[in-house]
């Protein structure tokens, strides 16, 4: 002990060493990272040999003098510095300080934020399966992001993980591009899918055939589904219900009704039932035909009724539908068509009266009276020319008229003409068809708008914003009709929209009647429903006047708006019709002042306006019209040159880069990355370019 404290008062001077206290024949102890192990230990630091009082064994080690024999020569005590690399085992040090400490804190904490936005994933050794994407696509699928899903399935599921797709992968992404209008890109997923050997079903078809029907297309849309339906005819495939209708929905929206109709006599041979979603398709099919699409309608509607299925309300939204848009045809072949017995016309064969009678249907007899040929065409004209010489006194008019009285029966019978009634067996008030020229005509001979709501009252059914919309549209211009639709609004608690008063202030200002429309602006703003352009383009509709035309556009700039080029275009349109070449000049200041672009409709209205008549001779006559027609067209030439024509094609690009900057928008809020929404504009342009060339190589006819 005495050599220890000996050796701690030279600090300076002294080097590590280790000695115990052993005697020489005890075994030697553990020698654990180069230091001796036993019961007694000491650190000796030593300047010189130390030598201990002899006694018991004592074997004294210097480690720094064996390092330093291996190192070579010991260094000069003499010299300077000449002991650091004896004293000191570290070779190299690092300077710290509390900014650098919380700079590797920082660069820790963000990478930790860059783990948390990376999309989670599974521990590593599991593997995502084929469903499990299958739930991810229909996922963004369902909120509307279907780039999205077709990047998780291209990139993540097929390049990164490699793994087989199943057939629902497939289905769920040809569903979701089927329903955006993407043809090409759902036909490009099916051939993929046969390619790997996959097995496509029905879910398959109906999404492919749904693809069709959502096609902007139309021609397109139909040759895809042709080749499709040839292929499975190929196949054998038995095609389901759903698929069935699927098909029937792409016959109605690209092909015709008869393409329809030999669809439904297939589906029928192979035991499928009829619904109300069967005859939903086949009224579509009947809007088609714009001429005499509403009697087909009325056709199928009586079909419906006599297979014992009751129409529900999407039936009787595109009934509605039809009588706004299409014509009944000639009226003396829808009496005798709508307003007779089959009997009379065509002789009925038992299996007719046989499905009948079993609530069927029978599609050829409906073909039949669908399809008239030439001959049938032109003797129920004769046979209707015939009746009403003989029953001449039996015969009225759809739309009465206070010089037009019924017969006591009819009048006692109903109040109202209704050809639903008569389907039904009831009395129906019509004995025969006179012209049906507007939509209020033909919709009057379904009961009007009160019969109609009163008939979808006795199904069980109640009318939504759209019935009602529709029933504005085709409503006789007045309050008293529009006061019985806000009724019946009320009573079925329907939250009406800025588009049924648009409707109802269209149909009224249609009629002349402008002060009626502005009463509608009264009632929106009670019931504190916003006005939009679309209310000021409908109003601009009945605007014959220069004051009336020139306080709409104040009106809108009031309500902080901006007229629109359509807003224009109607105001011009009636100015035209007038031929006031003032009201016209002062129309196009405006669009001057207000930077609206004149299309190629506002064009042709004013090319319209600044010819001359045909037999025009402003030496020989004076028209009062003309007489401001030179200073116009001057002034209109003028105006051309300062503001030059928007074509089609640059309003829709407008509008296209309006649309895309609201995708950007939405892309940067959803977290997605400069470089990620770059490409994916990239891609939005390349397809667009890709439609178009597509679409003015089908439109060139061939050498």
Request: aromatic share 6%; with cysteine.
């Amino acid at each position: 002990m005495l050599a220890v404290r000996r050796c701690l008062r030279h600090w300076s001077q002294t080097s590590v060493s280790r000695f115990s206290l052993f005697s020489p024949e005890r075994t030697p102890p553990k020698l654990i990272a180069g230091l001796r192990e036993s019961n007694v230990r000491f650190a000796v630091l030593s300047a010189a040999p130390c030598r201990l009082t002899p006694g018991p064994s004592i074997r004294f080690l210097s480690l720094s003098a064996s390092l330093r024999a291996d190192a070579g020569p010991s260094p000069d005590p003499e010299t300077f510095g000449s002991l650091s690399e004896d004293m000191s085992s570290r070779r190299s040090f690092r300077k710290s300080s509390p900014d650098l400490r919380d700079l590797r804190h920082r660069d820790d904490s963000v990478e930790e934020v860059e783990e948390l936005r990376k999309p989670p994933r599974r521990p590593a050794g599991r593997r995502n399966t084929p469903y499990w994407y299958f739930l991810q696509c229909k996922k963004l699928i369902k909120e509307n992001k279907l780039q999205e899903a077709l990047d998780v399935f291209s990139r993540n599921m097929l390049q990164e993980e490699r793994l087989q797709p199943e057939e629902f992968n497939y289905s769920v992404l040809i569903g979701g591009c089927g329903r955006a209008g993407q043809l090409k890109k759902a036909f490009k997923l099916y051939n993929d899918m046969k390619k790997r050997g996959l097995a496509a079903t029905d879910a398959t078809y109906t999404a492919l055939f749904n693809a069709c029907a959502e096609s902007p297309s139309r021609e397109a849309g139909l040759q895809h589904a042709l080749k499709l339906e040839q292929e499975l005819r190929r196949k054998n495939y038995p095609l389901s219900t759903i698929t069935y209708h699927a098909l029937l929905k792409a016959h109605a929206f690209t092909n015709h009704l008869q393409a329809c109709i030999h669809t439904l006599r297939e589906m029928l041979q192979n035991g499928h039932a009829v619904t109300q979603e069967t005859f939903h398709y086949l009224l579509m099919g009947s809007l088609k035909d714009k001429e005499t699409g509403f009697r087909l309608a009325l056709q199928v509607w009586r079909q419906m009724l006599r297979s014992g299925i009751l129409p529900d309300s999407k039936n009787y939204n595109l009934l509605l539908r039809t009588a706004r848009d299409c014509g009944i045809g000639d009226p003396a072949l829808a009496s005798s068509v709508l307003l007779q017995p089959d009997c009379r016309n065509w002789k009925e064969t038992e299996d007719a009266a046989e499905a009948r009678c079993k609530g069927g249907i029978d599609v050829d007899l409906l073909e039949r009276q669908l399809f008239l040929p030439q001959d049938v065409h032109s003797s129920s004209q004769t046979d209707g020319k015939h009746n009403e010489e003989e029953e001449s006194s039996h015969v009225v008019p759809v739309r009465r008229t206070e010089n037009i009285s019924l017969p006591s029966d009819v009048a006692a019978a109903s109040t109202a003409p209704n050809l639903l009634d008569l389907f039904e067996g009831k009395g129906g008030g019509v004995l025969a068809l006179s012209a049906v020229d507007t939509a209020s005509d033909r919709v009057a001979l379904i009961g009007g708008a009160r019969g109609f709501l009163e008939k979808m009252e006795a199904n069980g059914l109640s009318p939504d914003l759209k019935t009602l919309t529709l029933l504005a549209d085709t409503m006789e211009p007045g309050q008293q009709a529009l006061q019985a639709l806000l009724k019946a609004a009320k009573r079925h608690q329907v939250k009406l929209d800025v588009a049924f008063f648009n409707s109802a202030i269209r149909r009224t200002v249609r009629a002349g009647a402008l002060e009626d429309a502005k009463g509608v602006l009264r009632m929106m703003r009670q019931r504190n429903v916003s006005l939009n352009l679309q209310t000021y383009g409908c109003l601009a509709l009945g605007c014959d006047r220069q004051e009336e035309g020139l306080q709409l556009l104040r009106d809108i700039q009031d309500a902080g708006l901006r007229p629109n080029v359509h807003v224009f275009s109607a105001l011009i349109g009636r100015a035209a019709r007038r031929l006031d070449y003032i009201y016209l000049k002062a129309l196009l200041k405006s669009m001057r002042n207000l930077s609206v672009w004149p299309n190629e409709v506002i064009i042709r209205q004013l090319e319209f306006a600044a010819q001359y008549p045909p037999n025009y001779n402003q030496y020989k006559s004076r028209n009062n019209y003309l007489v401001q027609i030179d200073g116009f067209r001057g002034y209109y030439q003028e105006w051309l040159r300062d503001l030059p024509a928007q074509s089609a094609e640059e309003e829709q690009s407008a509008l296209q880069s309006a649309t895309d900057v609201a995708v950007q928008e939405k892309e940067a809020a959803d977290g997605l990355t400069e470089a990620q929404r770059n490409q994916r504009a990239a891609v939005r342009r390349y397809s667009r370019h890709r439609d178009k060339a597509s679409h003015i190589g089908s439109t060139q006819e061939p050498l």
